[in-house]
């Protein structure tokens, strides 16, 4: 059973910046595909970010040019890094850890951008 824990997460200003984290238990880390989703309150979960495990990464539009997405295999850990922050990101992030048919998430880290 793979471990997924999101941290990071808190309450910034329009145009702030965080940096949320990811850290997956198990020796194949890198192996695992990894991504980003969010939920903001009433919505849809929708998925932010990926990165393969060559190092691929493939962002949704309203994140690109703000959010750069990262993995450091020799810590079992993926990154989001969010930049110029808007209210519209204000949303619940998750982790998801997937190899073949497999997928681990986590319980999510709360992110407000709010003045």
């Known amino acids: 059973q793979v471990q997924v824990m999101e941290s990071g997460g808190g309450l910034v200003q329009p145009g702030g910046s965080l940096r949320l984290s990811c850290a997956a238990s198990?020796?194949?880390?890198?192996?695992?595909?990894m991504t980003w989703y969010r939920q903001a309150p009433g919505k849809e979960r929708e998925w932010v970010a990926s990165?393969?495990?060559?190092?691929?990464?493939d962002y949704v539009d309203s994140v690109k040019g703000r959010f750069t997405i990262s993995r450091d295999s020799a810590k079992n850990t993926m990154y989001l890094q969010m930049n110029d922050l808007k209210p519209e990101d204000t949303a619940v992030y998750y982790c998801?850890?997937?190899?073949?048919?497999?997928?681990?998430w986590g319980q999510g880290t709360q992110v407000t951008v709010s003045s």
């Open positions: 198990g020796s194949i880390f890198s192996m695992y595909a």
């Open positions: 998801r850890a997937a190899r073949a048919l497999a997928q681990w």
């Open positions: 990165i393969s495990s060559s190092g691929s990464t």
